[in-house]
């Protein structure tokens, strides 16, 4: 312990506190060296806790080389107005870390508020205010406070690692003096971030991989890290809801998702499933009859685990084996890889850390979306759930994807519908009290011809745009026909002659010029 | 010739024109509808050249006039050079110069429009009868939009030339101004329709006037950088010129036609407005972009403190070879340094390696709508690998490299993160999010919306200076070098 540290300490600074986790066999901590000196930075003196880095590669040394002091358990939860954690606070021999949180204090971590009732009214009770990491909404703002998605891309990683492990066999293919090596067939089910993961990790172990997922949108995803994407259609059922989630579907559904998942189990060697409905328990994919199925030595690790399992035979926390399949059903694969899971952790816990910290102080804005959706306690006053966001309106072509930031989407107003009324009326009505019948035809035509228009347009490929508008500039040099009509009226010479010959001549230039052009474009556009 | 004949002749261009304009929604068969659009203006034309021969009666119900042989001869001469110019121009343009040209044919809409209508005033004025009010009525709106076209694309033309500077013109009082202005024009038209006579005819000549300084100051006050929007608003114009040239003549075919035109500018107007997050109503009104010389000011005074990382040709030639997947982005600045075809063969090089590269085009790249995506063709590069801002939006944090080429605006953090931005809001294509950002750029200047761009200083983007065309040549060989020495 250096004690120059201790007596540099500005005594009006904020004290953010990293406590060691306590839950059985967690070895992650929710900040590094790195963020520490970067926490610093904005701001706040670091306190440790003695030994909490320890199991993710985090000496208490390089913590206090990064400016942060090295305090006991009851000193750090006595002091720290920020406490940063990986794990919901727990109760350990008694003592529940809700209880020894600083009255008024700011919590960070996982809290799964929707689940740990209890534990929201306990810390309400110590006027906390709370922030969820697991509550980070998928905008892309806030990718960079995604917890969730970074631990479930570390998860992914580890997955194939347990199944390699476990694995009797290589994963790449070889040709030796010994004999052919085929390679092992992976089957992912579910493509989200960790199943992403997943893939890459198999493919780069030289896996011949292939992914099963109920939303077609993310085959291109699947296919760009090398998997080959199992298509699956059912009676125009897709299994996309809402938020780039999945979502729960009809038995009949599940029913023949089952069936070619068990297909497909007969075929590989290791799977790993990953499909969660958020929510929701997680969907039973596979069936122990596709498990009787598969290959003795076979491997599934599943991630779905903690949510009750997408196999049938799944045991939470365990590894198993039911017909010669290894069943691995372990829910601590982050912690598994502590020191690059705290690494991942720790940025998004810090870039929250910053967005919330004005001058040195943590402040919360409810204006914001994302501290709004994060926001569990505010001073022990309940805010969660968040209010529901505006729908998006309905109408539009393609629902926007999810995770597009809509800044300054307006509610559409009511009043260009009722102005337009008006204008109609005001034009309307003249035409109908004196307008002649000629032009009152004319005006059907130009009607009808705007509403041809303004539907045609609307298909054209916004790659088309230039194309297209040289193409109408061309068609719009028909007042050419115009220019002819009136000079044809009779004149021999003079003014009205000349000026239709004028207008006739740099119509022309607009007609070939428009053309022309456009030809010229478009012969370039290849496939 | 009979009134039907003209009439079913006037109601096939119609038809060929609305499935123009519907061939060109998709790639294959863009090409079959430019051909229909050209074969009903010449059905068009010609029916109607065929009408100045054998006189059909009036629709109005005068007797036949036919049209005299010099008339014909003036008329036809007039075509014909018009035909010979136009071609010669269109096959000499550079691709990159399409803006200015598009600009500078809907000028001549506007010009003919005016000239139409201020000739068909002056023939109702010469037979001496009572003026027909609603003729008159429909002189006065096509004089006046043409006019407004005219000059309104002449500015917007040197603006894209670079002859008039693109700043905007922003003039104390500019929309009571533009107000006056319209208020003039209607006076003169109330003036002119209860006068009558020679008196109308110099009210015309006057509201012309107005109109085209009406025209001008409205596109002064536009900046260079919301070009596509202004373009593709007179595109619409022009239409609204030709269908208003209809109603003076009570030729249909010209009501149609200039109403599908105007329908067309109008969409893609908002479409443009729409993808930068703007009403269209300030860009109707002339002066959009206000307030971004202000803050461009307090913008920049932030991110100053950023620290640019430079790298060279070599470097980034490195980071491509390495990278598995790389994402292109194009703006204006590589159409200015024709770059496409250089970097098409950088494209090649990387394909032929097993890279995955593609482009984004955000929807406002460019001068005009569509823009990049006519300059990439122009350079070979297959359209399956050049996507739409949506399409890609979501796979650039997945990108090993994004090059980003004489594009600045569109890819701007401040549209997401500064609220103090004037682009603020914008979608942008989020450029940072890949894993490295290589910035093609002249120098440390502002984009045409007058905004610093914080992207220069992010952790993960390398400055690469020099014009485009010269950096991507230089990419081109070092790339070749390092497939040299492999081989060696």
């Known amino acids: 312990m250096s004690e120059t540290e201790t007596s540099t300490t500005p005594s009006d600074r904020k004290v953010v506190g990293i406590p060691r986790e306590i839950h059985p066999g967690e070895r992650r901590v929710a900040a590094t060296p790195a963020t520490v000196s970067r926490i610093r930075k904005l701001g706040y003196h670091v306190l440790v806790e003695k030994g909490a880095g320890d199991a993710a590669n985090a000496p208490d040394a390089a913590f206090q080389e990064a400016g942060a002091q090295i305090v006991s358990r009851e000193a750090l939860w006595a002091a720290a107005d920020v406490v940063l954690k990986v794990r919901p606070p727990l109760e350990i021999d008694g003592v529940h870390e809700a209880d020894l949180l600083k009255e008024g204090a700011t919590l960070i971590g996982h809290v799964w508020p929707a689940q740990n009732e209890a534990l929201v009214r306990r810390l309400a009770a110590r006027r906390a205010t709370v922030l969820a990491m697991d509550a980070v909404p998928r905008i892309s703002r806030a990718q960079k406070l995604d917890a969730l998605s970074a631990m479930a891309n570390v998860a992914g990683y580890r997955a194939v690692v347990e199944a390699a492990s476990r694995f009797g066999r290589f994963l790449g293919g070889q040709t030796t003096a010994a004999g052919r090596v085929r390679p092992a067939q992976v089957l992912v089910v579910g493509a989200g971030v960790a199943g992403l993961a997943a893939i890459a990790a198999a493919r780069s172990l030289g896996a011949v991989v292939r992914a099963f997922d109920t939303r077609p949108v993310v085959r291109e995803q699947v296919e760009s890290l090398g998997g080959r994407f199992i298509p699956f259609e059912f009676k125009g059922e897709t299994g996309e809801g809402e938020g780039g989630y999945a979502r729960q579907v009809s038995d009949a559904y599940l029913a023949a998702e089952q069936e070619l998942l068990a297909k497909h189990c007969a075929e590989c060697d290791i799977v790993i499933t990953t499909a969660l409905v958020p929510g929701k328990p997680a969907p039973k994919l596979i069936t122990s009859g596709a498990i009787v199925g598969m290959r003795r030595g076979s491997v599934i690790v599943d991630l779905a685990a903690e949510q009750g399992g997408n196999t049938a035979l799944t045991e939470r926390d365990a590894v198993v084996e039911r017909f010669g399949v290894t069943i691995v059903g372990l829910t601590d694969l982050p912690s598994r890889m502590a020191e690059q899971a705290s690494e991942l952790y720790a940025m998004t816990v810090y870039h929250l850390l910053e967005e919330i910290t004005r001058e040195g102080q943590p402040a919360i804005d409810e204006s914001d979306e994302v501290q709004r959706a994060m926001l569990v306690l505010r001073d022990g006053e309940l805010k969660w759930p968040p209010p529901r966001p505006e729908p998006v309106r309905a109408g539009a072509p393609t629902p926007p994807p999810p995770d597009r930031p809509r800044p300054t989407e307006r509610p559409a107003s009511p009043w260009p519908l009722r102005l337009g009324v008006l204008a109609a009326c005001l034009v309307l009505a003249p035409l109908a009290a004196w307008g002649p019948p000629d032009l009152l035809q004319h005006v059907t035509v130009f009607v009808l011809a705007c509403i041809v228009g303004w539907h045609v347009i609307w298909n054209v490929t916004p790659a088309l745009h230039t194309p297209l508008m040289s193409v109408t500039n061309a068609i719009s040099g028909i007042i050419l026909v115009g220019g002819l009509v009136l000079g044809g009226g009779g004149e021999r010479w003079g003014a009205v002659l000349a000026l239709a010959a004028v207008a006739v001549l740099v119509a022309s230039v607009n007609v070939a010029g428009g053309f022309l052009v456009t030809q010229r474009m478009l012969r370039m556009f290849r496939k | ?488």
């Open chain 2, 1 to 488: 010739m009979t009134p039907s004949i003209l009439l079913t002749a006037y109601l096939v261009a119609s038809v060929l024109f609305v499935f123009s304009l519907r061939g060109l929604s998709a790639q294959h068969t863009a090409r079959r509808g430019n051909l229909l659009g050209l074969v009903g203006m010449i059905v068009a034309i010609g029916v109607t050249f065929a009408a100045l021969l054998w006189p059909v009666p009036d629709a109005r119900g005068g007797s036949p006039t036919p049209a005299s042989p010099e008339a014909l001869g003036v008329l036809g001469a007039a075509m014909g050079v018009g035909c010979l110019v136009g071609a010669f121009v269109a096959s000499r343009v550079a691709m990159t110069a399409m803006p200015e040209l598009v600009a500078i044919l809907h000028s001549f809409v506007g010009l003919a429009a005016v000239l139409v209508g201020i000739g068909s005033h002056l023939r109702a004025a010469r037979t001496g009868e009572a003026l027909d009010l609603a003729h008159e009525i429909e002189v006065w709106v096509g004089v006046f939009v043409g006019a407004i076209t005219f000059t309104g694309s002449v500015v917007a033309f040197g603006k894209l030339r670079g002859t008039i500077r693109s700043k905007p013109l922003l003039l104390p009082g500019r929309h009571a101004l533009n107000a006056a202005l319209t208020v003039a024009c209607v006076a003169l038209a109330v003036l002119a329709l209860r006068a009558g006579g020679p008196v109308a005819t110099h009210a015309l000549y006057a509201m012309t006037a107005l109109a085209s300084v009406l025209g001008v100051h409205l596109v002064m006050a536009i900046g260079g950088g919301d070009m596509p929007v202004v373009v593709s608003l007179l595109n619409s114009y022009s239409g609204w010129a030709a269908s208003a040239a209809g109603f003076m003549l009570g030729n249909d075919a010209l009501i149609v036609t200039g109403a599908l035109v105007g329908s067309s500018g109008a969409i893609l107007s908002y479409i443009m407005c729409r993808a930068m997050n703007r009403s269209i109503w300030h860009v109707v009104f002339g002066g959009f972009g206000e307030g971004a010389g202000i803050a461009s000011g307090t913008s920049a005074g932030t991110s100053a403190t950023g620290r640019v990382r430079e790298i060279d040709v070599a470097g980034a030639a490195d980071l491509l070879l390495a990278a598995r997947s790389v994402v292109i982005v194009p703006g204006y600045g590589m159409a200015v340094a024709q770059a496409q075809h250089a970097l098409k063969e950088v494209v090649s090089r990387l394909e032929a390696r097993g890279t995955r590269v593609r482009f984004a085009i955000h929807p406002v790249a460019g001068r005009l709508p569509g823009h990049m995506n006519v300059l990439l063709a122009e350079a070979d590069i297959s359209y399956e690998i050049v996507k739409e801002m949506d399409e890609i939006q979501e796979e650039l944090p997945k990108t090993d490299v994004v090059v980003v080429i004489g594009a600045n605006d569109i890819v701007n953090p401040s549209a997401l993160e500064d609220p103090s931005s004037p682009i603020y809001g914008m979608p942008v294509l989020e450029a940072w999010r890949a894993g490295k950002v290589i910035m093609l750029k002249r120098s440390l200047g502002t984009g045409y919306a007058g905004v610093d761009n914080p992207l220069c200083y992010k952790d993960n983007t390398l400055m690469l200076f020099g014009d485009a065309k010269k950096s991507v040549l230089g990419l081109l060989a070092a790339i070749d070098a390092r497939a040299e020495s492999a081989a060696a």
